[in-house]
């Protein structure tokens, strides 16, 4: 039932201040300010030495937002690859150490082999699954269930920011347990996942500015997108999102890999998305969307309130986001991202819920 909206995929995107929120409260202690897994886990996060994530599609780049989560909040290297690469490289895995797996079916054939790789490698299993009755979810030692509800959509879009979720806090739990957070530290991370789901419903009142910016999209061929930091998987994912639903040719880049190649591409006719929060290495960034301007490249720049005062820049458009902890800027900036690949689909008159090639679930490698 898609509600009063004209697609799942729209449905799923509004759905997702709730469904987040639900995520959160079944990992989170609200009143404590902590995270409080709703498992036993087999190892301690203090003693790890190496997470391997392995996921395909969206969820690998969910997968790879939580490395700079782990690996900033907790100090723990983490090692990351898309799930058919991962289950025949032969990866040297010292036994005991964790291994870690995000799938919104639970079902993706890559991904389920990896998890058994993983198990014959002598790994604790822990799988970020949506459908807690999965194959995934059966066979791996944990479960941390994503509570987005059924997602029909092809695109994915809710189970994507709860897995984020789920991971964040997953991530705060390694660096209370690594002596990396003090309780201040998890109580400002948690306040602030605590204040996400707020901030996505806020995100949402940019729908009809990004509508009419799809317009523009649409006539496009090629769109580049931008970012550092949790904001570089986050443009994979954008181009990932239009590529699949409006069949326009996209690339996710990291901002800083720009002068390595595909500023050659930029001209007057290539949309560049810049997804820049104010955020420790904002200036950086600031400087990509310099030299994309000098080549008449054509920039829609999402910010936040104090990044859009700083720029001093001329975009084609500027989307504001409510100013965030900018840890948690990938979960909220999925919303314009999402809406922006919707609209310019819809507008072009793509089937969005069931865009062409595309399986829900890719039960075959
Ligand atoms: C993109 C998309 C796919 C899936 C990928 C993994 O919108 O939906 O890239 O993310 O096929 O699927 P799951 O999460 O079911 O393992």
Same mark, same amino acid.
């Given at each position: 039932d898609k509600g009063n909206h004209r697609h799942f995929m729209a449905k799923e995107i509004h759905e997702q201040p709730e469904v987040v929120g639900r995520t959160l409260a079944h990992y989170v202690n609200f009143t404590a300010g902590q995270v409080a897994l709703p498992f036993e886990l087999p190892f301690d996060f203090k003693n790890l030495k190496r997470i391997s994530i392995s996921a395909c599609g969206t969820a690998y780049l969910a997968g790879l937002i939580s490395k700079y989560w782990f690996e900033r909040l907790a100090r723990i290297p983490v090692e990351i690859d898309v799930a058919s /690469?991962?289950?025949?490289? /032969?990866a040297p895995l010292e036994p005991g150490e964790l291994a870690l797996f995000v799938s919104q079916s639970g079902e993706t054939a890559d991904t389920l082999a990896s998890l058994r790789y993983a198990s014959s490698e002598?790994?604790?299993?822990? #799988? @970020? @699954?949506?459908?807690?009755? #999965?194959?995934? +979810?059966? /066979? #791996? $030692?944990?479960? +941390?269930?994503?509570l987005a509800g059924v997602e029909v959509g092809v695109a994915s879009t809710k189970a994507f920011t709860c897995q984020l979720t789920v991971l964040l806090s997953l991530a705060i739990a390694a660096g209370r347990a690594r002596g990396v957070l003090s309780a201040e530290d998890e109580k400002e991370l948690v306040d602030a996942l605590i204040a996400v789901p707020g901030q996505m419903s806020e995100a949402m009142k940019r729908e009809h500015q990004?509508?009419?910016? $799809?317009r523009e999209l649409s006539k496009a061929k090629d769109v580049l997108y931008l970012g550092r930091g949790t904001s570089y998987p986050l443009a994979m994912e954008g181009a990932l999102k239009l590529k699949e639903i409006s069949y326009i040719h996209a690339e996710g880049y990291a901002a800083g890999e720009l002068k390595h190649g595909p500023i050659a591409l930029i001209d007057e006719t290539m949309p560049v998305i810049v997804i820049a929060p104010y955020d420790n290495i904002f200036e950086k960034t600031v400087s990509n969307m310099q030299e994309v301007a000098a080549r008449g490249g054509r920039i829609i720049l999402i910010t936040d309130e104090k990044g859009a005062l700083e720029t001093g820049l001329d975009t084609m458009a500027t989307i504001v986001m409510p100013s965030v902890n900018p840890v948690v800027a990938p979960i909220v900036?999925?919303?314009?991202?999402?809406?922006?690949?919707?609209?310019?689909?819809v507008f072009m008159g793509k089937d969005v819920d069931q865009p062409r090639n595309l399986a829900k679930s890719v039960t075959v490698e």
């Open positions: /690469e991962f289950r025949y490289r /032969e002598k790994q604790h299993t822990l #799988s @970020v @699954v949506n459908v807690p009755t #999965s194959t995934m +979810a059966r /066979e #791996s $030692a944990v479960v +941390a269930q994503t990004i509508e009419i910016l $799809a900036n999925s919303i314009p991202i999402q809406l922006l690949a919707y609209h310019t689909a």
